[in-house]
C-alpha cells in the first residue's frame, strides 16, 4: 500500500495477559495522528483504507478540503472493556484498537466527536459518515450512540464483529 509505512515492533507480553505479537508502529499513513502508539497490523490497515476511501472523501463532501491532523485517545493500552474491573480485557490490550477523537480540518477547524456528534448541520453529517465507513474496514466500531463510554470519541477495533453502533 502506497502511503501506509510502520515498523514492526518486537513482540510484547506482559503478566496479565496483553501484548502482542504483530504490533508496528505507524510511520505514515497519509495523514499524521496525535496520541498514537503501537498497534496491530490489521488495525493499520484498516486505519490506512478508513482514511483513503472513507475519511477524506467524507471530508470533501461535507467541507471541500482535506482533514490534516488526527487526534486519538489511544491505540494500546492494558485494560479490561471501558476500563471496569472484573471486565474482560479489551482488544486495546492486544493493540488491536484504535481510538479516534477529533478531526483538523485543512482551514484550522476541528471537528471533535464530543461536541459535533449531536451538534447538527455538516459536522453532524461528517461524524456519522465517517463512523458508518469506519464499519466498512474495522470488524467492531463504537460511537457516541452506542453507548456512555464512547461521547467523545469513535472506538474502531479488529476483534471479532461484525458490530457497529
Ligand atoms: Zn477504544
Not at 499513513?29 to 498514537?36: D, L
Not at 483538523?104 to 461524524?127: H, K, N, P, Q
Request: aromatic share 8%.
Amino acid at each position: 500500500m502506497p502511503g501506509l509505512q510502520y515498523r514492526p515492533l518486537a513482540p510484547r507480553r506482559t503478566t496479565e495477559g496483553c501484548g502482542f505479537d504483530d504490533g508496528v508502529q505507524l510511520l505514515q499513513v497519509g495523514v499524521p495522528i496525535a496520541g498514537i502508539t503501537a498497534m496491530s497490523c490489521p488495525v493499520a490497515g484498516a486505519l490506512y483504507r478508513w482514511i483513503e476511501e472513507g475519511l477524506q472523501p467524507a471530508a470533501q463532501r461535507h467541507f471541500g478540503q482535506q482533514v490534516v491532523r488526527i487526534t486519538s485517545y489511544g491505540t494500546y493500552s492494558c485494560r479490561s472493556v471501558n476500563s471496569r474491573p472484573g471486565a474482560r480485557l479489551s482488544e486495546h490490550s492486544y493493540a488491536n484498537a484504535v481510538d479516534i477523537a477529533a478531526f483538523e480540518l485543512a482551514d484550522g477547524r476541528t471537528i471533535g466527536v464530543e461536541t459535533g456528534w449531536r451538534a447538527g448541520g455538516a459536522s453532524t453529517a461528517f461524524l456519522k459518515d465517517v463512523h458508518r465507513a469506519a464499519c466498512q474496514t474495522f470488524q467492531i466500531v463504537i460511537g457516541p450512540d452506542g453507548d456512555r463510554f464512547h461521547q467523545d470519541h469513535i472506538h474502531m477495533d479488529m476483534g471479532r464483529g461484525p458490530y457497529c453502533r
